[in-house]
């Protein structure tokens, strides 16, 4: 070729650093190298005039302002010299399988108005290096927080066969993103750089693109563009004039990509629809123990934001969650830490971390609800000689629709135990009064602490049906009253029990010791086919990201290893308004205790679960026969309808709608691994794989510690799946909150409700602070693929929203003033449109 023809391609050279904060290192050596990173990429720019660097994830850039103010400077300046692009717009680069939607929303809400602040600029490009997969719903959740375009490198093309690098990928609820993955992986290894060109110039014939990027640069501890890199960039280009060489950024290569598309026919980029799958399968349960316990951490973030932000509206005094405590979650989001791929040292810390944020989030709550209480009206009934009063006790429902169902309340009777009535403890007279001062039924049960003071009573737990105003509290009262009588059973046919079974009007669920499973029938016919519900292991040896996804018993695990049986049966309660039966199955060195509960008229099944774990290099599945050619699962942004595909991801719940109109709903707190097949949802556990381990593990290394040895718990529901199984999620995992205060006047009534959604299809994703302490935040999620006008209640107000369109995300700051109630549109960073 002459070197006087015109360039065929613009080559976009994209120098990063890619930086893992976790993974073979704890975050205290990740923080740091952010630091040593930019200080050396600062140092080439400095003898360079030409280089370019791109760099995301404010948590980077926040620990470099507060650590090294000098260095921040620095990129400052060759920020605004537009030679240091700010990308991702998110807080950190998170996993995107298996956070909730909301959680990944705060991703991108906190990046993006860090990234405002400090550099006032609106990043426009996501950027996520080494994510394992991408849900369905994340090109609507990037739309949201004003993302047009996306850079990312997996699933590779082994797993995502592209006939270009770029396409346009549109989400669950129809929002599009202009995508690339180029040639390669994201970054280039010392000795890699003339290799990836001459890949990447025999890709783009094929891909008939002028504009191709290139991500270069050493990473995943650091690292970016070296001298030699950068000299053997210069040299290629020198033999490749049909090339135009540009280190370049990626918000400026997006943008002559994109003005290259819109110069080509409609059809020119391929569509991408939906979730772009799968990659390092064994990532949706490693470290089980970690995944439980940042699901439980969502949750209670969720719930206490929410009602600290219902009262602060109510009482006009600021009640929030602290920011460390939503950057705790988002940190730990992290693709090597949620996924279970990174050491046990830093595991064991990041447990730890996630578990201060639990704790954060209750107080958070504990707060709000006793400056609520306050003033209420808390006064109880007056006790007459020498009787102790009742514990008055603040109901929340932290959902913002109405609540109809069951609560459990515990308090203490008096202030020692009540040795009146040793040894016949269940003969002490319990009342418990509604906010009406009316007697409520109720069905007493096993206390927390059943094995002391066996002989004397002092605390009762009980299992209460209600009815409770949207996002708000009703006052109850537990006393020990002489001459209290009984209280009153269901009206129709309540919750029984037999030797080996439980049953309701609709459930009946039956387990035998020696059976595979156990039965579980709906209107006298089988729910579950066969067996029943039942515990199977499986053979799994694959380390912790699993296999690849060329094997296919990495991808779909079939080989058992032991079907369990049942072990043990109790029947623990029996009725009238709950019974309960416990059943262990066990096999191997391990075992699961599983305590079942059906309520009177109730179409739910509600399982706690209890797992000890002994089995290394197995995994362990909760085995439901149903028929279905499709399972839909939440995922981040939506749901989505899979056919078989091996182990898969979800989020809260899963649906399997069968052949003859049957469906079956799983609903969990935890669990995040899927596997439909031929005649059976399976659900996995445990896989106790081992630390950071890759390919097989060989046995006969018992030196090399397993993950998730030891307990686990969780709780699950089987349901038909007819049901609002988001309603069911929310209140599963968000339950009905019970406090005992001090019982004196308030200004407000005993019962109340400070928020309501009217409108069925709408999820409340959050109710917060506005993040410039004006006002508030709305933010909503339409389910049912239809579009609608929510109508919100607020303060006992009603407040016109605009509409939302068929599976999107919308969100709304709410003011409150003198002159009323104004809502008005913005986006996830919170800027008005």
Known sequence: MKTSEKPKYT????????????????????????????????????????LTFNRGESVIYEHIEQTDPETFSRIKKYVKEGRWDVVGGTFLQSDENLPETETLVRQYMRGQQYFKSRFGKNITVGWAADCFGHAAGMPDIMASAGIKYFAFTRPEKQQLPLSKSAFRWIGAGGSEILAYRPTGWYGTNRDEMNRRLDETIASSEASDLVNVGIFYGLGNHGGGPTRRAICEIRKWGEQHPEVKIV?????????????????????????????????????????????????????????????????SAKLGKPLSIPQRTWDTVLFNGFHDILPGSSIERATDE???????????????????????????????????????????????????????GYMEMEACLD???????????????????GSDKKPLPFQLVATDCPNLFTDVGWRKHAVIPVKLPAMGWSMMEMAWVEGAPAPKGPK??????????????????E???GKKGIKILKNGKPFLKGDGLSAVMFEDDYGSWGGGENDPDAVNITKVKEQWTVKGVKVLEKGPWRSSIWVRLAGGKSRIDLTIKLYAGLDTVEISARVLWDNPRCRLKLVMP??????????????????????????????????????VAFISDAIGNFNLKPGALEATVVRSSAYSHSGKIKPGEPWFPASDCGELKFNFILASGSNDLAKLAENLEQQIVTLPVPAKRGTLPSEGSLMQIETAGVSVLAFKPASNGKGFVLRLLETAGKSVQPKLKLLGKTVQLGKIGPRKIASWRIDIGKSGIKASPCNTAENSI
């Not at 020692?416 to 040894?423: A, Q, V």
């Not at 942004?637 to 069968?658: A, Y």
């Open 350 to 404: 990041q447990i730890e971390s996630i578990g201060s944020a639990v704790q954060d989030a209750k107080y958070a709550q504990f707060t709000a609800l006793n400056a609520l209480s306050n003033q209420i009206d808390t006064r109880v009934v007056k006790a007459t000689g020498d009787m102790p009063t009742g514990v008055s006790m603040l109901v929340w429902n932290p959902h913002p629709y109405p609540y109809e």
């Open 247 to 311: 280190f370049s950024t990626y918000h400026k290569f997006f943008t002559e990509l994109d003005k290259e598309v819109k110069a080509k026919a409609p059809n020119f980029l391929p569509k991408v629809v939906g979730e772009m799958g799968y990659s390092q399968r064994g990532c949706y349960s490693s470290v089980a123990k970690f995944k439980f316990q940042y699901r439980r951490a969502q949750a209670n973030i969720f719930s206490a934001e929410k009602t600290s932000s219902a009262i």
């Open 492 to 509: 129709s046919k309540p919750a029984t029990a037999t030797a080996n079974s439980i049953q309701n009007s609709i459930f009946k669920v």
């Open 626 to 663: 149903v028929d279905g050619e499709k399972a839909e699962y939440e995922v981040p942004g939506g749901s989505i309808k899979r056919p078989p595909l091996g182990e898969v991801p979800g989020c809260r719940w899963v649906r399997v709608n069968g052949g003859n109109g049957q469906s």
């Open 11 to 50: 080559f976009h050279f994209l120098g990063n650093a890619h930086l893992d904060p976790v993974w073979l290192w704890d975050w205290r050596e990740g923080l740091n190298e952010g630091i040593i990173t930019c200080r050396t990429i600062l140092d080439l720019m400095d003898e360079d005039p030409e």
């Open 511 to 513: 387990a035998t010791a």
């Open 415 to 433: 202030w020692r135990p009540i040795f009146e009535y040793r040894n016949r403890q269940e003969e002490i007279p319990v009342r418990i009064l």
